[in-house]
């Protein structure tokens, strides 16, 4: 039989290897980006066309490439940055491994052009699917521009993986901030198409997180300090009251590289521990710096993982480092004192103006009474699709229904804080009251974006917000669908959000929380997995503003939730898919007394 192993030609294994360097346009931003950085630039733009899709171009001013160089740094395997094997273990440039320019160079069309300082002209190459079309003279600044168009044009299957625009802008930008608060001595903008989304100054780290998160972030940073014989350690944690329960601000740099390491995340989560609640993450920007023969960078394809020589030590000065940090600044009493004190007052007396619940309520409201049918019927077509979820109304038992509203259950108990209980006929229903609040919101706010009514409630102090470059992006998108459930918004200098009304459903003191926790959700790798901007929204309100656990409620607020429970669309699961209630028949219980 004839032989069957042959080599793979250069173009097939060029395909293979960009398989694992360019997985989005995010990494095209990483990979031109770092070049540039080990170009000693100091000043890079970055230009997007539909998130990176259509063109990615990088522009820098540092050191340029010569002809020769440039003739071949699309090569596999061609770097300046290392000659022989030792030099993999004091590696103190971002790349190594010859393998981004090739790479991307495999899967897009390519333009490099660029220029030496003792050059007078410069050079422009253009190559289309590793194979170089093109090659002048031509008149260029100092430095070296990258333009990457057609991401993917002869690799489909990737192309169709890629995501929604927004989904490949967010990741663009979380790939752009882990570089840019890495090298806050660089100047960095990101456009997409005409309009800028970072522009950045070259600055100290504090001031360039605050330029990229807001300048209220400046209050909430502890700074961390340390330096030991093997290790300097430098940055800023998050006060944990102002923690998220994402981990959307989690920066970990070695060696200004920004990198994920589960050993090393598990010191700083175990120095925030009894000061987070359940679910929260602690925030931080923490730079360690090591001599980088104590280190191996080359585990991974784009270099994000790291190994280290002495991971032990580095675990126990993380932990001590920032408990050290939290201390100082004494945290805890604060936590504490918040949690006893809030603890026992009922919902409505903790708010300026005790305006739970906003809904309507008819209290003759039953959905099997055939003049109900008023409600549904105000729902439209449009709003049933909206509201199809997992299908879960026929596994209510609509006798159950029913018995609810058709007797006199005057009695409703609340117990631990939690958990309202009350009985039918036949049976006994404990209720989520977390959960029941968060369908109710979630539905009023849905109805008003089928039927929008135009009714808001004015604040009587409005609040402001302002906003950084991001999350002025993510408000231009949602804007609309804000104002349509009942949101009045004025920005005022550009970047400041002044909030004059909320929909009538939520509390006035939740205003800014509301609009915080917005951003946060789309800020955080939000993938679009729902239909609509609408039901996002609509789920971080009634998330951000339900009645949580642990909330003593009054008689009367009880009565509200079921009585709203009962006229929801949908009243067995939450907008997250959970489960709000469930029932206990009068046989169960008698048989849990034979
Ligand atoms: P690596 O960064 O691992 O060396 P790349 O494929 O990313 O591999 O780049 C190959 C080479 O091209 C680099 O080593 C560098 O010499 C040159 N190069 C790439 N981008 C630039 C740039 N923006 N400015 C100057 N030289 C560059
Ligand atoms: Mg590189």
Redesign the pocket.
């Known amino acids: 039989m004839k032989d069957i192993i042959q080599i793979l030609p250069e173009n097939v294994s060029n395909q293979i290897a960009a398989g694992e360097v360019v997985q989005r346009p995010a990494s095209l931003i990483k990979?031109?980006v770092?070049?540039?950085i080990?170009?000693s630039?100091d000043k890079i733009e970055i230009y997007l066309n539909d998130s990176g899709k259509k063109s990615i171009k990088?522009v820098?001013n540092?050191?340029?490439?010569s002809k020769n160089?440039l003739m071949i740094?699309?090569q596999r395997h061609?770097?300046?940055?290392i000659t022989e094997s030792k030099d993999l273990f004091h590696i103190n440039?971002?790349?190594?491994?010859?393998?981004?320019?090739?790479?991307i160079a495999a899967v897009s069309n390519l333009e490099?052009v660029?220029r030496r300082k003792i050059d007078k002209l410069g050079h422009k190459l253009k190559i289309k699917a590793g194979k170089i079309q093109s090659d002048e003279k031509v008149v260029t600044s100092v430095?070296?521009y990258?333009l990457v168009k057609n991401l993917f044009f002869n690799v489909p299957a990737r192309r169709n993986f890629l995501k929604s625009d927004t989904v490949e802008l967010r990741h663009i930008i979380n790939e752009f901030q882990r570089i840019a608060i890495a090298h806050s001595e660089i100047n960095f903008t990101l456009n997409q198409k005409s309009s800028e989304i970072f522009n950045l100054h070259k600055t100290t780290i504090h001031k360039r997180i605050s330029n990229i998160f807001g300048k209220k972030i400046e209050e909430n940073l502890l700074p961390i300090k340390e330096k030991t014989s093997f290790v300097k350690l430098k940055g800023y944690v998050i006060k944990p009251e102002v923690s998220k329960k994402t981990r959307g601000m989690q920066f970990l740099f070695v060696n200004n590289r920004f990198i994920k390491n589960n050993f090393l995340f598990h010191a700083i989560n175990k120095a925030y521990e009894g000061l987070l609640p359940e679910k929260y993450y602690p925030g931080f920007f923490i730079f360690l710096e090591v001599d980088p023969s104590s280190i191996d960078v080359n585990i991974h394809p784009n270099k994000i993982e790291v190994r280290f020589e002495d991971d032990q030590s580095l675990y126990s000065i993380l932990i001590s480092t920032i408990k050290h940090s939290l201390g100082i600044f004494q945290v805890l009493p604060t936590i504490d004192f918040e949690n006893q004190s809030s603890f026992e007052i009922p919902y409505s007396k903790r708010r300026e103006r005790p305006v739970f619940p906003k809904i309507d309520l008819d209290k003759t409201f039953n959905p099997f009474k055939p003049e109900s049918s008023k409600y549904h019927s105000k729902i439209s077509n449009k709003s049933d699709t909206l509201y199809k979820e997992v299908g879960s109304s026929n596994l209510i038992d609509s006798k159950l229904i029913n018995e609810i509203f058709n007797e006199d259950n005057n009695k409703i108990f609340q117990i631990m804080n939690s958990y309202l209980i009350t009985s039918t006929r036949n049976s006994l229903l404990i209720i989520d009251q977390e959960r029941a609040h968060q369908r109710i919101i979630y539905e009023e706010l849905m109805k008003k974006i089928t039927k929008p009514d135009n009714v808001s409630q004015k604040l009587v102090f409005p609040v402001s917000f302002i906003m950084n470059d991001a999350q002025k992006l993510i408000f231009v998108n949602l804007k609309n669908t804000l104002v349509e459930i009942g949101f009045r918004l004025e920005v005022e200098e550009k970047f400041k959000l002044k909030i004059v009304g909320i929909p009538s459903i939520c509390t006035e003191g939740h205003a800014s929380k509301i609009i915080e926790d917005l951003f946060d959700e789309f800020n955080n790798d939000f993938e679009i997995k729902s239909f609509s901007y609408a039901d996002l929204i609509a789920k971080s309100i009634s998330k951000s503003t339900s009645i949580k656990k642990g909330t003593l409620l009054a008689k009367e607020e009880q009565r509200n939730i079921i009585n709203n429970l009962f006229d929801c669309k949908e009243k067995l699961l939450s907008p997250f898919q959970k489960k709000i209630f469930f029932s206990i028949s009068k046989s169960e219980l008698k048989n849990k007394f034979l």
Do not use: Q, Y
């Open positions: 990979e031109l770092e070049n540039s080990d170009a630039s990088v820098d540092g050191i340029g490439m160089d740094c699309f061609a770097t300046s940055k440039s971002k790349g190594f491994r010859g393998e981004a320019l090739s790479s490099i660029s430095g070296t990258v």
